[in-house]
């Protein structure tokens, strides 16, 4: 039995503020010097933090330019997130990470912030790092606050409403009872629920598929629908939608609605690419 899982405007919030661990810009003495803001001593904190902010800003932008598609995809204003990256005592942008965030949309602008750093980082000339008193260079961790914004949707939905703990990986449905089993992705455990409307009753937690399917009724109920498996069904603004994926194309995911109780299909597409359409929210819980 094969089993498969799944899954133009910026404005940096603040100015870049360094954090633990590491030295923060209380404790050195020199501010690193992005490439282009030199006409600023290395004393001049507040104002090498704004042209470093003013630099990133600008590379991120041209960067990030396609995230608008994906927030007018999703009916949604704006995202935001928070990335960590230190400048370290050889000049150079290292260890970039987004920070956790329970919003699905807050979690695709992290990933694309972080990969548009990343490429920044592989581009740029050496940052001149920051010192301490006696000229020693020294890492500096910094914090980027990230919000991307676009104008023109009307009736908005709340980036609220793509706030999330789990995700729904398969739904298992007899004649009578609706099982659907999720990733809790801070525990990294796979969660079974008996679902009832909107109630759900938690059943235990697994390592792996393995384990789910080793156990009845999970284990005939996946075998007894065939090459096709239901991800989810919900109801999305008064629209019903099934999410399915088939062992035959493990690559794709197919999206219907229902139509008077007949099945159509509105979507088909690659993983990859369903992560970033509307119907990924149809998966969070």
Known sequence: MRIYGFLFFILLTGLLSAQNPGFTARQVYG????????????????????CLSKNLTSQLADLMSDFGAVLE?????????????????????????????????????????????????????????????????????????????????????????????????????????????????????????????????????????????ELEPYRSLYASSGDRHLVTEKNANGKIYRVYIKDSEPDKIFVYYLNNKTEELEAELSRKEFSWTKYSALVLR
């Open 31 to 50: 501010m690193v010097v992005y490439p282009g803001c030199e006409e600023f001593q290395i004393e001049q904190k507040a104002e090498l933090s704004q």
């Open 73 to 213: 995809n999703f009916n949604t204003e704006k995202a935001v997130c928070r990335i960590q990256f230190v400048v370290d005592k050889d000049g150079k942008i290292i260890q970039i990470k987004p920070t956790e965030t329970n919003n699905y949309l807050n979690q695709l602008l992290c990933r694309v912030s972080a990969a548009s750093m990343q490429m920044i980082s592989e581009k740029i000339q050496p940052i001149q790092p920051a010192t301490l008193v006696d000229g020693s260079p020294v890492n500096l961790v910094f914090m980027l606050p990230v919000t991307y914004q676009i104008d023109g949707i009307k009736n908005p939905t709340p980036l609220s409403d793509y706030d999330f703990t789990e995700m729904v990986f398969y739904t298992l449905k007899s004649d009578s009872e609706t099982y659907e089993i999720r990733l809790d992705e801070k525990a990294v455990k796979l969660k079974a629920y008996e679902v009832s409307g909107d109630k759900s009753v938690y059943l235990g937690q697994f390592n792996s598929f393995e384990e789910v399917f």
